[in-house]
């Protein structure tokens, strides 16, 4: 399912202050894309700096206010008009700013490339694809798995295997990682990521031990990409902010807000609200800041390695 968790319905001009409040449970049914949540969110937040409600937009772009709150959840197709209806009400008028949208709403009406895979894939793993591919850097913890971008062809595959499904359908789920990968390795050198790894990921083995001497390796091998930059969360410290969860945060280029996802397990949450995305920001910074600095972590993970090998 996808559950407005908060700021749900069609508030029009009784809109409550809390209204349009972003945090949505993505399970079983199509999310909608990056685009669209991006630039509804966008929208939303010029909306709310110039005090203006639902209804009162909607008078002026001629429609009614459940539209813009579809607009706004990024449920409803962009219509070059009404977008050039908002640039005028909402006062954006810089020509970059104007462009930045309306690639937003073109490409939101593009098929999605991972779409091939759609069928064996889960809902909410698409939206998490689709933030990715977007994203202009990517933060993430992940306390169970190395993260799916660092992952080897071997450790993917061990850790899907682990799922169910048919081997149609477990394949199928490899080949789209190796694609995720991929195309993230192939963006511009402006795209990055920063990855908190937990050691606990590096010392509970995944496959054999030559899978994980594998992993490690390649570890090695990305951290002298600059692209790739690593902390380890040390598994014998007592002390460190781990509480944050599998948290991924998708920073956009531009004036476009960033947002938060995390996971769960069969499902996750999409936050676009600010408060909330800034405190798993700043909760995602305490650990980085409490966990190993670049080059101890190189030096863990080599440690790690001789163990394996042994």
């Given at each position: 399912m996808v559950q407005q968790l908060a700021g749900a319905g069609d508030p029009g001009e009784t809109e409550s202050p809390k209204a349009g409040r972003g945090v949505r449970y993505l399970r079983d049914e199509p999310a909608p894309s990056a685009q669209r949540m991006v630039l509804g969110h966008a929208l939303r937040k010029r909306r709310k700096s110039l005090n203006l409600k639902q209804g009162q937009v909607a008078r002026f772009?001629?429609?009614?206010?459940?539209?813009?709150?579809r607009i706004e959840n990024g449920r409803h197709q962009f219509k070059e008009r009404d977008l050039q209806a908002l640039f005028q009400l909402y006062g954006i008028d810089d020509p970059t700013e104007q462009e930045l949208l309306l690639g937003l709403a073109a490409g939101a009406n593009e098929a999605a490339w991972w779409q091939p895979w759609s069928w064996a894939t889960s809902k909410h793993l698409q939206a998490v694809v689709s933030f990715e591919e977007m994203a202009q850097r990517i933060r993430s913890y992940e306390p169970l798995?190395?993260?799916?971008?660092?992952?080897?062809?071997?450790?993917?595959?061990?850790?899907?295997?682990?799922?169910?499904?048919?081997?149609?359908?477990?394949?199928?789920?490899?080949?789209?990682?190796r694609e995720r990968k991929?195309?993230?390795?192939?963006?511009?050198?402006?795209?990055t990521g920063m990855f908190i790894i937990d050691e606990v990921t590096l010392r509970r083995p995944v496959g054999?031990?030559?899978?994980m001497c594998g992993q490690l390796e390649h570890l090695l091998e990305l951290s002298a990409d600059p692209r790739y930059q690593f902390r380890l969360a040390e598994l014998g410290r007592c002390d460190l902010p781990v509480d944050l969860g599998a948290t991924t945060i998708f920073d956009f280029a531009?004036?476009?807000?960033?947002?938060v996802y995390a996971e769960g397990f069969d499902g996750g949450l999409i936050i676009?609200?600010?408060?909330?995305?800034d405190l798993r920001v700043k909760a995602f910074d305490a650990l980085l800041f409490a966990s190993l600095a670049p080059r101890q972590t190189r030096r863990r993970i080599s440690d790690l390695l001789r163990h394996y090998r042994r």
């Open positions: 772009i001629g429609g009614s206010a459940s539209k813009v709150s798995h190395i993260h799916g971008l660092l992952q080897t062809p071997a450790y993917s595959q061990a850790v899907i295997n682990r799922g169910p499904g048919t081997f149609q359908e477990l394949e199928a789920r490899a080949q789209l990682r991929a195309r993230f390795a192939d963006a511009p050198a402006d795209k054999s031990m030559e899978v531009g004036m476009l807000p960033t947002l676009e609200d600010d408060e909330a995305v």
